[in-house]
Protein backbone atom coordinates (compact mmCIF):
# COMPACT_ATOMS: atom_id res chain seq x y z
CA UNK A 1 0.00 0.00 0.00
CA UNK A 2 1.73 3.52 -0.53
CA UNK A 3 2.08 5.87 1.56
CA UNK A 4 -0.49 9.43 1.70
CA UNK A 5 1.51 12.73 3.43
CA UNK A 6 -0.44 15.91 3.39
CA UNK A 7 1.75 19.29 2.64
CA UNK A 8 0.79 22.46 4.30
CA UNK A 9 1.35 25.33 2.32
CA UNK A 10 0.86 28.11 -0.36
CA UNK A 11 0.16 27.40 -4.26
CA UNK A 12 2.45 29.91 -6.40
CA UNK A 13 0.84 29.62 -9.80
CA UNK A 14 3.50 30.41 -11.62
CA UNK A 15 7.15 30.50 -10.20
CA UNK A 16 7.75 26.73 -8.91
CA UNK A 17 8.01 26.56 -4.92
CA UNK A 18 5.80 25.26 -2.70
CA UNK A 19 3.37 23.35 -3.84
CA UNK A 20 3.86 23.41 -7.49
CA UNK A 21 6.97 21.82 -6.72
CA UNK A 22 6.42 19.47 -3.43
CA UNK A 23 3.20 17.73 -5.43
CA UNK A 24 4.96 16.52 -8.40
CA UNK A 25 8.18 15.32 -6.71
CA UNK A 26 6.62 13.85 -3.63
CA UNK A 27 3.94 11.89 -6.04
CA UNK A 28 6.91 11.08 -8.22
CA UNK A 29 8.52 9.59 -5.67
CA UNK A 30 5.50 7.07 -5.16
CA UNK A 31 3.92 8.85 -2.17
CA UNK A 32 0.30 10.14 -2.19
CA UNK A 33 0.23 13.87 -1.71
CA UNK A 34 -2.70 15.67 -0.01
CA UNK A 35 -2.47 19.04 -0.14
CA UNK A 36 -3.84 22.14 1.92
CA UNK A 37 -3.56 25.16 0.01
CA UNK A 38 -3.05 27.84 2.66
CA UNK A 39 -3.22 30.94 0.00
CA UNK A 40 -3.31 31.26 -3.92
CA UNK A 41 -0.63 33.75 -5.45
CA UNK A 42 -0.43 34.61 -9.28
CA UNK A 43 3.47 34.28 -8.69
CA UNK A 44 5.70 33.26 -5.61
CA UNK A 45 6.80 37.07 -3.70
CA UNK A 46 10.21 37.44 -6.06
CA UNK A 47 8.14 38.72 -8.72
CA UNK A 48 6.62 42.62 -8.55
CA UNK A 49 3.13 43.29 -8.58
CA UNK A 50 1.62 39.32 -7.63
CA UNK A 51 -1.65 38.74 -6.70
CA UNK A 52 -2.73 36.69 -2.98
CA UNK A 53 -5.87 35.08 -2.09
CA UNK A 54 -5.97 34.12 1.60
CA UNK A 55 -7.34 30.50 2.78
CA UNK A 56 -6.79 30.45 5.83
CA UNK A 57 -10.68 30.44 6.58
CA UNK A 58 -10.19 26.96 4.58
CA UNK A 59 -8.02 24.88 6.70
CA UNK A 60 -10.26 24.74 9.78
CA UNK A 61 -13.41 22.80 7.48
CA UNK A 62 -10.71 20.79 5.76
CA UNK A 63 -9.04 19.49 8.26
CA UNK A 64 -12.55 18.80 10.07
CA UNK A 65 -13.97 16.99 6.76
CA UNK A 66 -10.65 14.99 7.32
CA UNK A 67 -11.48 13.43 10.38
CA UNK A 68 -14.74 13.04 9.87
CA UNK A 69 -13.75 10.77 7.15
CA UNK A 70 -11.02 9.14 9.32
CA UNK A 71 -8.41 10.15 6.92
CA UNK A 72 -4.84 9.92 8.37
CA UNK A 73 -0.98 11.04 6.68
CA UNK A 74 2.36 8.97 7.08
CA UNK A 75 3.68 12.66 7.58
CA UNK A 76 2.38 16.16 7.45
CA UNK A 77 5.01 18.49 6.29
CA UNK A 78 4.57 22.48 6.46
CA UNK A 79 6.51 25.09 4.48
CA UNK A 80 5.64 28.84 3.84
CA UNK A 81 2.69 30.02 5.74
CA UNK A 82 1.55 33.25 5.28
CA UNK A 83 0.08 34.79 9.27
CA UNK A 84 0.29 34.16 13.03
CA UNK A 85 -3.27 32.79 12.33
CA UNK A 86 -2.20 30.32 10.01
CA UNK A 87 0.73 29.05 11.99
CA UNK A 88 -1.76 28.70 15.14
CA UNK A 89 -4.31 26.86 12.50
CA UNK A 90 -1.37 24.22 12.10
CA UNK A 91 -0.46 23.97 15.45
CA UNK A 92 -4.05 22.35 15.83
CA UNK A 93 -3.65 20.51 12.62
CA UNK A 94 -0.59 18.78 14.19
CA UNK A 95 -2.73 18.34 17.43
CA UNK A 96 -5.37 16.22 15.56
CA UNK A 97 -3.73 14.30 13.11
CA UNK A 98 -0.54 13.52 15.05
CA UNK A 99 -0.11 9.70 15.94
CA UNK A 100 2.60 7.23 17.46
CA UNK A 101 3.78 6.24 14.21
CA UNK A 102 3.67 9.31 11.99
CA UNK A 103 6.34 11.96 11.22
CA UNK A 104 6.29 15.60 11.29
CA UNK A 105 8.33 17.78 9.09
CA UNK A 106 8.65 21.64 9.41
CA UNK A 107 10.35 23.68 7.03
CA UNK A 108 10.45 27.08 9.02
CA UNK A 109 10.38 28.66 5.47
CA UNK A 110 10.63 32.59 5.96
CA UNK A 111 14.16 33.42 5.48
CA UNK A 112 17.67 33.71 3.26
CA UNK A 113 20.89 35.02 2.97
CA UNK A 114 20.59 37.01 6.44
CA UNK A 115 17.03 38.23 5.78
CA UNK A 116 13.89 37.74 6.40
CA UNK A 117 11.53 37.17 3.36
CA UNK A 118 9.24 40.77 2.42
CA UNK A 119 5.80 39.26 4.36
CA UNK A 120 7.84 38.59 7.53
CA UNK A 121 8.70 40.37 10.80
CA UNK A 122 10.83 38.93 14.04
CA UNK A 123 7.42 38.06 15.28
CA UNK A 124 6.35 36.46 12.66
CA UNK A 125 9.87 34.40 13.21
CA UNK A 126 9.11 33.64 16.87
CA UNK A 127 5.35 32.48 16.55
CA UNK A 128 6.97 30.24 13.29
CA UNK A 129 9.78 29.04 16.08
CA UNK A 130 7.32 28.20 18.37
CA UNK A 131 5.76 25.65 15.21
CA UNK A 132 9.07 23.94 15.14
CA UNK A 133 8.87 22.73 19.03
CA UNK A 134 5.92 20.11 18.10
CA UNK A 135 7.68 18.96 14.72
CA UNK A 136 9.95 15.84 14.12
CA UNK A 137 12.02 17.04 11.87
CA UNK A 138 12.89 20.42 11.10
CA UNK A 139 15.01 21.47 7.99
CA UNK A 140 16.06 25.27 8.85
CA UNK A 141 18.68 27.75 6.62
CA UNK A 142 21.15 29.38 8.70
CA UNK A 143 19.28 32.64 8.88
CA UNK A 144 16.04 30.83 9.74
CA UNK A 145 18.25 29.36 12.45
CA UNK A 146 19.78 32.34 13.27
CA UNK A 147 16.18 34.06 13.55
CA UNK A 148 14.82 31.23 15.68
CA UNK A 149 17.89 30.56 18.04
CA UNK A 150 18.75 34.20 18.70
CA UNK A 151 22.74 33.38 17.58
CA UNK A 152 24.42 35.64 15.41
CA UNK A 153 23.86 34.91 11.89
CA UNK A 154 27.59 34.42 9.83
CA UNK A 155 28.62 33.39 6.48
CA UNK A 156 32.19 32.85 7.55
CA UNK A 157 32.34 30.03 10.87
CA UNK A 158 33.34 26.17 11.88
CA UNK A 159 32.26 23.57 13.15
CA UNK A 160 31.57 24.84 16.64
CA UNK A 161 29.50 26.99 15.72
CA UNK A 162 27.78 25.12 13.87
CA UNK A 163 26.96 22.43 16.56
CA UNK A 164 26.13 25.60 18.82
CA UNK A 165 22.84 26.21 16.41
CA UNK A 166 22.46 22.68 16.08
CA UNK A 167 22.15 22.78 20.23
CA UNK A 168 20.52 25.35 20.43
CA UNK A 169 17.76 24.65 17.56
CA UNK A 170 17.47 20.76 19.44
CA UNK A 171 16.23 22.66 22.84
CA UNK A 172 13.15 23.65 20.89
CA UNK A 173 11.66 20.20 21.13
CA UNK A 174 12.24 18.27 17.96
CA UNK A 175 13.93 15.07 17.63
CA UNK A 176 16.20 15.69 14.98
CA UNK A 177 17.34 19.07 13.98
CA UNK A 178 19.09 19.31 10.16
CA UNK A 179 20.51 22.76 9.25
CA UNK A 180 20.92 23.47 5.30
CA UNK A 181 22.87 25.50 3.37
CA UNK A 182 25.91 24.25 5.57
CA UNK A 183 29.43 25.03 4.24
CA UNK A 184 33.13 24.85 5.27
CA UNK A 185 34.63 25.09 1.88
CA UNK A 186 33.43 27.58 -0.44
CA UNK A 187 33.33 25.07 -3.49
CA UNK A 188 31.29 23.10 -1.18
CA UNK A 189 27.81 22.84 0.58
CA UNK A 190 25.23 20.61 2.09
CA UNK A 191 23.39 19.97 5.58
CA UNK A 192 24.75 18.49 9.24
CA UNK A 193 22.22 16.86 11.49
CA UNK A 194 22.15 16.50 15.00
CA UNK A 195 19.50 13.70 16.64
CA UNK A 196 18.63 15.40 20.00
CA UNK A 197 17.88 12.37 22.14
CA UNK A 198 21.58 9.83 20.88
CA UNK A 199 23.34 13.05 20.32
CA UNK A 200 24.71 11.48 17.04
CA UNK A 201 25.49 13.55 13.58
CA UNK A 202 25.21 13.02 10.47
CA UNK A 203 26.82 15.59 7.49
CA UNK A 204 27.23 15.67 3.98
CA UNK A 205 28.20 18.22 1.19
CA UNK A 206 28.12 18.09 -2.67
CA UNK A 207 30.05 20.27 -5.02
CA UNK A 208 28.54 24.23 -5.15
CA UNK A 209 26.93 25.89 -8.12
CA UNK A 210 28.19 29.18 -8.41
CA UNK A 211 24.34 30.30 -8.31
CA UNK A 212 21.23 30.60 -6.72
CA UNK A 213 17.61 30.08 -7.28
CA UNK A 214 14.00 30.47 -5.54
CA UNK A 215 12.07 27.45 -4.65
CA UNK A 216 15.35 24.83 -4.63
CA UNK A 217 14.70 24.95 -0.51
CA UNK A 218 10.87 23.56 -1.37
CA UNK A 219 12.80 20.78 -3.57
CA UNK A 220 15.06 19.88 -1.06
CA UNK A 221 12.53 19.77 2.25
CA UNK A 222 10.08 17.44 -0.40
CA UNK A 223 12.89 15.22 -1.44
CA UNK A 224 13.18 14.44 2.40
CA UNK A 225 9.98 14.23 3.05
CA UNK A 226 9.44 11.67 0.49
CA UNK A 227 12.36 9.61 1.10
CA UNK A 228 11.78 9.52 4.36
CA UNK A 229 8.53 8.20 3.90
CA UNK A 230 9.74 5.80 1.39
CA UNK A 231 11.44 4.90 4.62
CA UNK A 232 15.02 5.73 3.91
CA UNK A 233 16.97 6.77 6.64
CA UNK A 234 17.82 10.31 7.64
CA UNK A 235 21.32 10.67 6.42
CA UNK A 236 20.37 8.52 3.04
CA UNK A 237 17.35 11.23 3.00
CA UNK A 238 19.57 13.84 2.76
CA UNK A 239 21.84 12.84 0.68
CA UNK A 240 19.22 11.95 -1.75
CA UNK A 241 17.84 15.29 -1.37
CA UNK A 242 21.44 17.16 -1.70
CA UNK A 243 22.22 15.54 -4.87
CA UNK A 244 19.28 16.22 -6.40
CA UNK A 245 18.94 19.55 -5.75
CA UNK A 246 22.52 19.98 -6.50
CA UNK A 247 22.03 18.10 -9.83
CA UNK A 248 18.76 19.88 -11.01
CA UNK A 249 20.58 23.87 -10.13
CA UNK A 250 23.74 22.71 -12.22
CA UNK A 251 21.17 21.42 -15.18
CA UNK A 252 19.57 24.79 -15.07
CA UNK A 253 22.71 26.67 -14.26
CA UNK A 254 24.00 24.92 -17.66
CA UNK A 255 21.76 25.19 -20.20
CA UNK A 256 21.28 28.48 -22.19
CA UNK A 257 18.16 29.67 -22.33
CA UNK A 258 15.75 28.73 -18.77
CA UNK A 259 13.68 31.13 -16.94
CA UNK A 260 15.01 32.97 -14.32
CA UNK A 261 12.38 32.01 -11.36
CA UNK A 262 12.96 28.88 -10.52
CA UNK A 263 15.25 25.72 -11.34
CA UNK A 264 13.93 22.80 -14.00
CA UNK A 265 13.50 19.92 -11.70
CA UNK A 266 11.53 18.33 -14.53
CA UNK A 267 13.95 17.26 -16.19
CA UNK A 268 15.95 15.94 -13.17
CA UNK A 269 12.69 13.86 -12.08
CA UNK A 270 13.61 10.67 -13.81
CA UNK A 271 17.25 10.34 -11.83
CA UNK A 272 15.42 11.31 -8.27
CA UNK A 273 12.60 8.35 -9.20
CA UNK A 274 15.30 5.28 -10.04
CA UNK A 275 17.54 6.34 -7.08
CA UNK A 276 14.66 6.57 -4.38
CA UNK A 277 13.38 2.62 -5.91
CA UNK A 278 17.15 1.71 -5.70
O1 LIG B 1 10.17 29.07 -1.76
C1 LIG B 1 9.58 29.58 -0.63
C2 LIG B 1 8.36 30.39 -0.95
C3 LIG B 1 7.12 29.79 -1.01
N1 LIG B 1 6.00 30.48 -1.32
C4 LIG B 1 6.03 31.79 -1.59
C5 LIG B 1 7.26 32.46 -1.57
C6 LIG B 1 8.43 31.76 -1.20
C7 LIG B 1 9.68 32.49 -1.06
O2 LIG B 1 9.77 33.68 -1.21
O3 LIG B 1 7.29 33.76 -1.90
C8 LIG B 1 4.78 32.52 -1.90
Known sequence: MIKRIVTIQDISCVGKCSLTVALP?????GVETAILPTAVLSTHTMFQGFTCKDLT?????????????????DAIYTGYL?????????SKFFDDFKTKDN?????????????????????YAKENTKLCSKADLIVPNLTEASFMTGLPYKTEYDRSYIMDMLKALSQLGPKYVVLTGVSFRPDQIGVMGLNSETGETFEYYTDRVPTSYHGTGDIFSSVVVGALTRG?????????A?????????YTYKTP??????VDFEVTLPKLVERINN
Not at 25 to 29: D, G, L, N
Not at 109 to 119: I, Q, T
Open 103 to 123: LIVVDPVMADNGKLYPAFDEA
Open 82 to 90: GSFEQISLV
Open 25 to 29: IISAM
Open 57 to 73: DQIAPIAQHWKNENIAF
Open 232 to 240: KTLSDAFRI
Open 242 to 250: CDYTKETIE
Open 257 to 262: GTNAYG
